[in-house]
């Protein structure tokens, strides 16, 4: 009887606890919500502030509000551009005091105006963003014009601040956001305290539609008070003085619900019988350990992903550098003994299996290698891939050279017996570049340098080898000379080539045409990464006739490729080139091409330079026929006014945004802001780097009307290319007639 009552109270005690887990459970959930749902309207706040402050730093704006025209050019630039592009319901154009000058509703000039329900706010607003603090290091002076205090900065331009809120107007949820109207270019424009212009934007069923997709909450309402219904979750709205604007709410999802119904029916077991209550008790603590072991493994799964290589499981470059410098910081600051030792590897005439005999036979062939590294390596090594054929380890030993002459035996070892994939025997040999450190670097990536560097000497000296690195390599002088001598001869001999890889539809996956990227296939030193011989070219003062070259060989080929589009990568010493537009006349007269087919593609450091001559180039481009695409979008110097003095045709968005957008709400958010921003200027967009289908419908989700990446196409040979886009019927027609 006391083992059935022990039993019975720790049943109780067990259900008591559980009920109270899965509680716990509803209200962090139910509390992420919320935070989630606050976040939003933060976001639409943000988003609509950061548009009038885009659109109101403008000298027109200064001036042709205050013009005797002032209403028809408004309907125009400022009531039309934010009732079309942002659904902005009201406007109003008020002074630096909160004096109403006129309003607008929706696109139209309006004698409604219902001023006096906001006019308080609205110069409590103008009174906050006076007093809104700058970004440390923006601001070069402060200049009074009339009642108020400016920022400057070193352009000699004023500095916008502008602030927003959520208030309750008509009854209904509103945002409300004040910003100044400042010159861009002519600060003497501003005379006095600048005019403000008030953007209110109801919170109606958009923004509430928007909200469901975005957060994928179900039923999400507005009401004045408070929604007790039941399995319901609600967001309090307030404004700037605390006051109650009203109430969000939606269908909640807490997980407790069906938990309980996973495990009742082993708790009633457990009741009735006792072998029952000692099983399902089991059963219970096996299952809430399975569910978190699942959670951990889920998470430590993720973490992996982000730091080991999907094809090989090796960890990535990222995750070796972060051990690199743990291991040297180890050396240096905590003296320890030994050395780190980094070995560069790759497989030699690695191009050729693929070319030969197939992608999926080099994958394979990559797999393993890394099996073999991993199997005859000793278990404290630290292996990763960096791409492709490239491998790099790390080891921990003393010795330094002879450590280091082991480790290249050890290596030159795994590929002695031949590799056996899909009934093919694969000779392959490896080339092996070996540096180590505290003694030769203390810094990770010189480290990594010095072992690509070695890694380069063993390759030119036959492959299949390993070399250590020493100092009279680091005479990089002798072999960036070499390499420029040896480029600007395979420049004269016409001895690099180009690959295209395709640009998709995001829609259906068809082919909107091809992106050019240079290869330079050595005779002796194989494939040269375009990352180390265009550097050296920069350097050389080759960038000129080595773009004159992938102009000329671009216009060549592709001349017959009538349904598609080609675009084409621009450096920027080739931009500032003074004879840059000759050169390119020169080059449509000699080929016959026709301008109207090709993407011009330049990064943003070339639009750090605001000199006339880039834009000139730029608009001459254009002029021509040439379509302008900014690439590498968000990585470099992005900046809304260089978008706004320059219409580009195309934004390519940088890989990086797109590598982690599965698992990175912020990435999505980002990618999404991009898209709308280049679908505002009226810009088609870009995602670059798309390798799984989960990243394809992300970014088609957030509107990329384009797709480029491994997914779909790796870069091919023109002959491949043209084979793509051009029939065969007609192929065979064109050397029928030839």
């Known amino acids: 009887m006391a083992t059935f009552l022990a039993l019975l109270a720790l049943t109780a005690a067990l259900v008591a606890a559980f009920r109270n887990s899965t509680d716990i459970a509803d209200q962090f959930a139910r509390a992420e919500e919320q935070r989630l749902v606050h976040r939003f309207v933060e976001r639409s706040e943000r988003e609509i502030l950061d548009a009038a402050k885009l659109q109101l730093i403008w000298d027109d704006a200064v001036t042709r509000l205050n013009a005797p025209d002032a209403e028809k050019w408004a309907r125009n630039f400022i009531a039309g551009y934010f009732w079309g592009s942002h659904r902005i319901d009201r406007i109003y154009h008020v002074r630096f005091g909160g004096g109403l000058v006129r309003c607008w509703q929706g696109p139209k000039i309006s004698s409604d105006c219902r001023y006096d329900k906001i006019e308080r706010t609205v110069r409590d607003l103008i009174a906050m963003s006076v007093r809104q603090p700058t970004p440390p290091g923006t601001v070069s002076e402060w200049r009074r014009h009339g009642e108020v205090m400016l920022p400057y900065n070193s352009a000699g331009l004023p500095i916008s601040r502008g602030s927003s809120e959520v208030i309750s107007f008509d009854g209904r949820p509103t945002i409300i956001a004040v910003a100044p109207v400042l010159p861009d270019v002519t600060p003497s424009l501003l005379k006095g305290a600048p005019d403000y212009l008030v953007l209110v934007r109801n919170f109606d069923q958009h923004i509430i539609a928007d909200l469901q997709s975005s957060l994928l909450l179900d039923d999400v309402r507005f009401a004045l008070v408070p929604d007790r219904a039941s399995g319901r979750n609600e967001l309090a709205l307030a404004d700037m003085r605390g006051g109650s604007v009203g ?138 891939r960096f791409g492709g054929d490239e491998f790099v380890l790390l080891r921990r030993s003393t010795g330094g050279r002879a450590s280091a002459d082991m480790l290249g035996n050890q290596i030159m070892a795994i590929a002695r017996e031949p590799f056996v994939i899909s009934g093919h025997s694969l000779e392959v040999s490896l080339s092996c570049g070996i540096s180590w450190g505290p003694e030769q670097s203390e810094d990770p990536g010189e480290l990594l340098r010095r072992a690509d560097i070695a890694l380069y000497r063993a390759k030119q000296r036959g492959r299949a080898r390993y070399r250590r690195f020493t100092r009279d390599m680091d005479a990089s002088v002798k072999l960036r000379r070499e390499m420029e001598i040896e480029l600007r001869r395979a420049i004269a001999r016409d001895e690099l080539t180009l690959a295209y890889q395709p640009i998709v539809n995001a829609a259906d996956g068809a082919i909107e045409g091809f992106e050019a990227l240079l290869r330079w296939p050595h005779p002796e030193r194989g494939s040269i990464r375009p990352g180390l011989f265009v550097p050296i070219a920069e350097q050389a003062g080759l960038m000129m006739p080595l773009g004159a070259w992938v102009l000329r060989r671009v216009f060549t080929e592709c001349q017959d490729w009538l349904n598609c589009d080609i675009s084409v990568n621009l450096s920027p010493l080739q931009i500032m080139a003074s004879n840059f537009l000759q050169t390119i006349d020169d080059l449509l007269r000699e080929t016959g091409a ?105 970014v088609q989700a957030a509107g990329c009307q384009m797709i480029q990446g491994h997914l779909f196409w790796q870069a091919m040979p023109a002959e491949e290319a043209r084979a793509l886009v051009i029939p065969q019927t007609q192929e065979k027609a064109r050397v029928a007639n030839a």
Not at 268 to 280: C, D, H, N, R, S
Not at 615 to 629: D, H, P, S, T
Not at 642 to 653: C, H, T
């Open 247 to 384: 109430w969000l709410s939606w269908q909640s999802k807490p997980p407790g619900p069906a938990i309980l119904r996973q495990t009742a029916p082993l708790l009633a077991i457990y009741i009735l019988f006792f072998v029952g209550v000692v099983a399902g008790g089991a059963i219970i603590v096996r299952r809430m350990r399975r569910t978190t072991s699942e959670l951990m493994a889920s998470e430590a799964q993720a973490q992996h992903n982000a730091m080991h290589d999907a094809m090989s499981g090796l960890p990535n470059r990222a995750h070796f550098m972060q051990r690199l410098r743990q291991e040297l910081a180890s050396c240096v600051t905590r003296r320890e003994l030994g050395d780190v030792f980094v070995a560069y590897v790759d497989i030699d005439r690695f191009k050729v299996v693929n070319d030969t005999l197939g992608h999926h036979i080099g994958d394979e062939l990559v797999r393993q290698v890394a099996l073999r590294l991993r199997r005859s390596l000793p278990p404290g090594d630290f292996l990763s």
């Open 594 to 698: 026709d301008p109207r087919r090709y993407v011009l593609e330049v990064t943003e450091g070339v639009m750090l330079d605001r000199s006339d001559h880039v834009v000139e180039v730029l608009k001459g481009l254009k002029c021509r026929g040439f379509r302008i695409a900014l690439d590498d979008f968000g990585i470099g110097y992005s900046s809304l006014s260089y978008l706004r003095s320059f219409q580009f045709d195309r934004i390519k968005i940088d890989r990086s945004f797109v590598q982690n957008i599965e698992a990175d709400l912020d990435a999505h958010s980002i990618l999404r802001a991009i898209v709308s921003l280049g679908h505002t200027l009226r810009m088609k967009v870009v995602a670059e780097g798309v390798e799984t289908p989960m990243q394809r419908a992300l």
